[in-house]
């Protein structure tokens, strides 16, 4: 089962920076914070993970709270194609547990 | 630098009937993972199978679906009897094994539509 909480959906304006939280209050010390994305019922893609340092690759960047119970996913400059649903998960052997994930938005 | 390929993309099958689900890692990784994904719901862990082992079935329904990922060829999900129940999207993942630095890499996906 899903050990974290996202909101359910969100809007963002094409061209500005998307915020999307997660709270994985459980997580212990040996656990992976991954992100994917679901576009529009496609396979899942992978966007970035983290285990206790912020991280930052060519899609996305990763903001893992000191106690580790919180991490932000910050798209930098949202396009249309960003439109999807974005899945965070708590991670630490090869069962990934997708729960309902965010519905992100993007609008012109 | 094919990724995970996934065949056939949408399948028709009429209740009762046999379903297989072809699913081709990565070149290079050993093992897959299938999961499943009903109309309007998350993504559900069906079963974790290294080459002619099964790790991990504890998401397969007991009854009617077997996977197997044998020595040479694709990783197959049979569903046997299909119901109408079993329409939905199947996912194929595969990677190197464990904690990668990467994740898993998804096929497209295979959806079954049972009439």
């Known amino acids: 089962d899903a050990k974290t909480t996202q909101p359910p959906s969100m809007d963002c304006a094409e061209g500005r920076a998307a915020n999307l939280p997660c709270n994985h209050s459980?997580?212990?010390?040996?656990?992976?914070v991954y992100w994917y994305r679901q576009i529009h019922s496609q396979g899942p893609q992978y966007i970035i993970h983290g285990l206790k340092n912020n991280e930052t690759n060519e899609m996305a960047s990763l903001i893992i709270t000191e106690d580790r119970k919180s991490s932000t996913l910050i798209l930098p400059h949202a396009t249309l194609r960003d439109t999807a649903v974005y899945y965070c998960?708590?991670?630490?052997?090869?069962?990934?547990?997708f729960g309902a994930g965010t519905t992100v938005t993007v609008r012109a | 630098n094919a990724g995970v390929m996934q065949n056939p993309r949408h399948l028709v099958r009429r209740r009762g009937q046999e379903a297989r689900l072809r699913c081709s890692p990565v070149k290079g990784h050993s093992h897959v993972y299938w999961y499943r994904q009903l109309p309007e719901e998350g993504l559900k862990f069906m079963v974790y199978?290294?080459?002619?082992?099964?790790?991990?079935e504890s998401g397969m329904p007991k009854e009617r679906f077997s996977a197997e990922f044998p020595k040479e060829g694709p990783s197959i999900l049979r569903i046997q009897q299909v119901v109408r129940g079993d329409s939905a999207a199947y996912f194929c993942a595969s990677s190197t094994g464990g904690i990668s630095n990467y994740g898993y890499t998804f096929g497209s996906g295979t959806r079954l539509t049972v009439v």
């Open positions: 459980t997580i212990s010390g040996n656990e992976y």
């Open positions: 199978l290294q080459k002619e082992n099964i790790i991990d």
């Open positions: 998960i708590v991670f630490n052997d090869y069962k990934l547990s």
